[in-house]
């Protein structure tokens, strides 16, 4: 196949992407002391330059809500400075970046943050799974249930970092609202049994995104700014009563924001939820719309040809092929992705995978 669809340029807000391989947010773990982008970072985003555009990992909107320990963070000066080291490389190469923005609620722990207890909606620990730490693997604690008093401070928070983010150097930002971090957390009933402004019926419950939104855009403008649900993703024990009904509900709402896109997670990591989220996101929101997880380019492409999608985000595959784009308009084999070092210290697994011919 020739996959002329996903090599057509496309109009994404403010910017005009080359192609429509974007490359989803990952967490690789691979940032300095004190959540700071280094070198290696930069070379690992330019290399991955090609994507129509990158969008950068979960990045700590705020000091002391990190889930991941290496994980970088957009509220100091100096990780603004390195994160314009990634964005340059990356400009460099003539690439667009993106920047997720990001609170990882209650997947976060005390020994990653301080000792402070991570914060959530509800005071409901994620049941399985652990978190790492310099202490090795811990289970997940139960969070403290923010209070409505300090729900501004979160959202001058992402406010902040949009600020920062911009100083960073980045051509746009994306407002992490999925895989049961706080945001995901607050939008879906299985994590949020909170009452008053911010609990109880979808518009309660939708009400911290889109104050979220509505801070960023202010100093982004709506052309700038994308977000990312992931209804069905049962990730940090994660669900929801109604997902099909909560995407058709939410993308409604969201066309109404003029976002440059809506990047929508169309499965489950645990196939414990099904259903099809895909079909009303695009009924109801009228801007670009992403696709993202499972997506082969056959099947990309053709999504996009039958208007399913604008783009597709592709993961695992563009962590192993820096040159990805390249890589399917020649129809060449893909390296394999090795699990073993997604998380793991060093260029091992990160900077080393080959181009073609390499």
């Given at each position: 196949?020739?996959?002329?669809?996903?090599?057509?340029?496309?109009?994404?807000?403010?910017?005009?992407?080359?192609?429509?391989?974007?490359?989803?947010?990952?967490?690789?773990?691979?940032?300095?002391?004190?959540?700071?982008?280094?070198?290696?970072?930069?070379?690992?985003?330019?290399?991955?330059?090609?994507?129509?555009?990158?969008?950068?990992?979960?990045?700590?909107?705020?000091?002391?809500?990190?889930?991941?320990?290496?994980?970088?963070?957009?509220?100091?000066?100096?990780?603004?400075?390195?994160?314009?080291?990634?964005?340059?490389?990356?400009?460099?190469?003539?690439?667009?970046?993106?920047?997720?923005?990001?609170?990882?609620?209650?997947?976060?722990?005390?020994?990653?943050?301080?000792?402070?207890?991570?914060?959530?909606?509800?005071?409901?620990?994620?049941?399985?799974?652990?978190?790492?730490?310099?202490?090795?693997?811990?289970?997940?604690?139960?969070?403290?249930?923010?209070?409505?008093?300090?729900?501004?401070?979160?959202?001058?928070?992402?406010?902040?970092?949009?600020?920062?983010?911009?100083?960073?150097?980045?051509?746009?930002?994306?407002?992490?609202?999925?895989?049961?971090?706080?945001?995901?957390?607050?939008?879906?009933?299985?994590?949020?049994?909170?009452?008053?402004?911010?609990?109880?019926?979808?518009?309660?419950?939708?009400?911290?995104?889109?104050?979220?939104?509505?801070?960023?855009?202010?100093?982004?403008?709506?052309?700038?700014?994308?977000?990312?649900?992931?209804?069905?993703?049962?990730?940090?024990?994660?669900?929801?009563?109604?997902?099909?009904?909560?995407?058709?509900?939410?993308?409604?709402?969201?066309?109404?924001?003029?976002?440059?896109?809506?990047?929508?997670?169309?499965?489950?990591?645990?196939?414990?939820?099904?259903?099809?989220?895909?079909?009303?996101?695009?009924?109801?929101?009228?801007?670009?719309?992403?696709?993202?997880?499972?997506?082969?380019?056959?099947?990309?492409?053709?999504?996009?040809?039958?208007?399913?999608?604008?783009?597709?985000?592709?993961?695992?595959?563009?962590?192993a092929n820096p040159d990805l784009p390249a890589r399917i308009k020649a129809g060449?084999?893909?390296?394999?992705?090795?699990?073993?070092?997604?998380?793991?210290?060093?260029?091992?697994?990160?900077?080393?995978?080959?181009?073609?011919?390499?």
């Open positions: 196949m020739s996959h002329d669809a996903l090599f057509a340029p496309l109009k994404v807000g403010a910017l005009t992407l080359p192609n429509r391989i974007l490359m989803a947010p990952l967490t690789r773990c691979r940032a300095e002391d004190d959540h700071i982008p280094g070198a290696l970072m930069a070379e690992y985003y330019a290399q991955r330059a090609s994507a129509g555009l990158v969008i950068a990992e979960a990045t700590m909107a705020m000091a002391n809500n990190s889930a991941f320990w290496r994980e970088p963070g957009i509220y100091s000066q100096a990780q603004i400075e390195g994160w314009r080291r990634v964005t340059d490389a990356v400009h460099d190469k003539g690439g667009l970046i993106a920047l997720q923005i990001w609170h990882g609620g209650r997947a976060c722990h005390p020994l990653l943050n301080d000792g402070a207890m991570p914060v959530a909606p509800s005071a409901i620990a994620i049941a399985n799974g652990a978190v790492n730490t310099p202490h090795g693997a811990q289970p997940y604690v139960t969070p403290r249930e923010l209070r409505d008093d300090e729900i501004p401070g979160i959202v001058k928070g992402f406010e902040a970092a949009a600020r920062n983010a911009k100083a960073a150097g980045f051509d746009m930002v994306e407002l992490h609202g999925a895989n049961g971090y706080l945001l995901d957390e607050f939008l879906r009933d299985g994590a949020n049994k909170r009452s008053g402004p911010y609990g109880g019926p979808i518009e309660n419950r939708a009400r911290l995104i889109f104050e979220a939104l509505e801070a960023v855009i202010a100093v982004w403008g709506a052309d700038r700014v994308g977000l990312r649900i992931s209804p069905l993703n049962s990730y940090n024990g994660m669900s929801d009563s109604d997902p099909v009904g909560l995407t058709a509900w939410l993308a409604k709402e969201l066309d109404k924001f003029g976002l440059a896109y809506l990047h929508v997670m169309r499965g489950d990591f645990y196939s414990k939820q099904q259903g099809d989220v895909m079909t009303p996101a695009r009924e109801a929101f009228k801007g670009v719309l992403i696709g993202n997880m499972g997506y082969r380019a056959d099947e990309a492409d053709a999504a996009i040809r039958d208007g399913k999608v604008d783009a597709v985000a592709f993961g695992a595959a563009f962590l060449a084999t893909l390296n394999a992705p090795k699990a073993a070092t997604f998380y793991t210290p060093g260029a091992e697994g990160y900077t080393d995978y080959p181009a073609m011919g390499g």
